[in-house]
């Protein structure tokens, strides 16, 4: 097992991601099974980590309505914390994740959460309180803040799930994420929803590693060519989030 420190604010190196869902009574020998070929890695002293995810977007639903559509080039802004056992502190990463041809790209600066709220109202952040994240990281601050007020990005719905991570260090190539309890809600509204099973995502740059097709050989891995958390959550919510979850 490997304990690492933050990853810290700006770019994210270009990456192939993969995504796959397993039936829960599988989980133990997922684990089991993929650390043959590489270790957990983890932040703290908990093994999964807490993730509460929630996803911006047009009032009219752009980025939801680019994913149906399958446009080979898009994004999507969200604000992410990370915490343990449902427990969250009061910063959060604020991020805007491109796809372009089956590329995926990351890039977020950190803030007070109050702070990123005031932005997402209307309000400002003061570049001063980036800036001492580095030039890149105040560039990205800038894109996602003229993206916010451009677009008119509101809250759409919140995603919170728990997410165990398995790589041999914080520069490693290749990255796996296997997520269980996901359960979203629409943004000012009481409707939430869940889904079941686990989610694993394989995430590499270059060549996928020569191990990981030995894993169809001990768990059911099941493909999903198209998957995202935020489409499946506004598609099982509906009409909560596409009648006035952002008005």
Same mark, same amino acid.
């Given at each position: 097992?490997?304990?690492?420190?933050?990853?810290?604010?700006?770019?994210?190196?270009?990456?192939?991601?993969?995504?796959?869902?397993?039936?829960?009574?599988?989980?133990?020998?997922?684990?089991?099974?993929?650390?043959?070929?590489?270790?957990?890695?983890?932040?703290?002293?908990?093994?999964?980590?807490?993730?509460?995810?929630?996803?911006?977007?047009?009032?009219?639903? @752009?980025?939801?309505?680019?994913?149906?559509?399958?446009?080979?080039?898009?994004?999507?802004?969200?604000?992410?914390?990370?915490?343990?056992?449902?427990?969250?502190?009061?910063?959060?990463?604020?991020?805007?994740?491109? /796809?372009?041809?089956?590329?995926?790209? /990351?890039?977020?600066?950190?803030?007070?959460?109050?702070?990123?709220?005031?932005?997402?109202?209307?309000?400002?952040? $003061?570049?001063?309180?980036? $800036?001492? @994240?580095?030039?890149?990281?105040?560039?990205?601050?800038?894109?996602?803040?003229?993206?916010?007020?451009? /677009?008119?990005?509101?809250? /759409?719905?919140?995603?919170?799930?728990?997410?165990?991570?398995?790589?041999?260090?914080?520069?490693?190539?290749?990255?796996?994420?296997?997520?269980?309890?996901?359960?979203?809600?629409? $943004?000012?509204?009481? @409707?939430?929803?869940?889904?079941?099973?686990?989610?694993?995502?394989?995430?590499?740059?270059?060549?996928?590693?020569?191990?990981?097709?030995?894993?169809?050989?001990?768990?059911?891995?099941?493909?999903?060519?198209?998957?995202?958390?935020?489409?499946?959550?506004?598609?099982?919510?509906?009409?909560?989030?596409?009648?006035?979850?952002?008005?």
């Amino acid at each position: 097992m490997i304990v690492a420190a933050p990853v810290a604010s700006g770019t994210f190196a270009r990456r192939v991601e993969h995504k796959y869902w397993l039936p829960p009574g599988e989980l133990d020998a997922t684990i089991e099974r993929l650390q043959t070929f590489v270790p957990i890695f983890r932040y703290s002293s908990c093994w999964w980590a807490s993730i509460r995810t929630v996803c911006l977007d047009t009032p009219e639903g @752009q980025c939801y309505r680019d994913y149906l559509d399958g446009l080979a080039v898009r994004w999507k802004v969200r604000i992410r914390q990370y915490g343990a056992q449902g427990r969250f502190g009061d910063r959060c990463w604020c991020e805007i994740k491109m /796809k372009n041809r089956g590329i995926s790209s /990351k890039r977020r600066f950190n803030s007070p959460l109050s702070e990123v709220c005031r932005l997402v109202d209307g309000g400002r952040i $003061a570049e001063e309180s980036i $800036a001492d @994240q580095g030039p890149e990281t105040l560039e990205v601050f800038r894109r996602i803040a003229w993206l916010i007020r451009s /677009k008119r990005l509101r809250p /759409k719905v919140r995603i919170d799930y728990e997410r165990l991570s398995f790589q041999n260090g914080p520069d490693d190539s290749v990255r796996i994420t296997l997520d269980r309890n996901l359960c979203f809600m629409a $943004a000012g509204r009481p @409707q939430r929803g869940s889904m079941q099973g686990l989610i694993l995502e394989l995430k590499y740059n270059g060549l996928a590693p020569p191990w990981f097709d030995e894993l169809h050989d001990y768990i059911s891995l099941h493909r999903a060519h198209r998957f995202s958390k935020y489409a499946r959550a506004v598609g099982a919510l509906d009409s909560a989030v596409l009648s006035g979850a952002l008005s």
